[in-house]
């Protein structure tokens, strides 16, 4: 699934691993996201929506 976490990351200046923590994930969490190699759960997805102040809908893209 395509996602735009890291430009958002990047807006917001957050390393991986302040998402990491605040979302009390590991950085290998973020990073593997980030590189669409892993899909996070609903619960990940709402949170990392929240805190990049977006929707989970403008966040995740679903491949076509």
């Known amino acids: 699934m395509k996602n735009n976490i890291k430009e958002l990351r ?7 691993e302040d998402i ?3 979302l009390g994930v590991t950085r290998q969490t973020i990073n593997a996201i980030e590189n669409e190699k892993y899909n996070p759960t609903l ?3 709402m949170k990392l929506a929240r805190l990049l102040n977006t929707t989970v809908e403008e ?3 679903l491949d076509k």
Request: no cysteine.
């Open 20 to 22: 990491a923590t605040t």
């Open 43 to 45: 619960e990940l997805a």
């Open 59 to 61: 966040l995740f893209l």
């Open 10 to 16: 990047k807006k917001f200046g957050f390393r991986q």
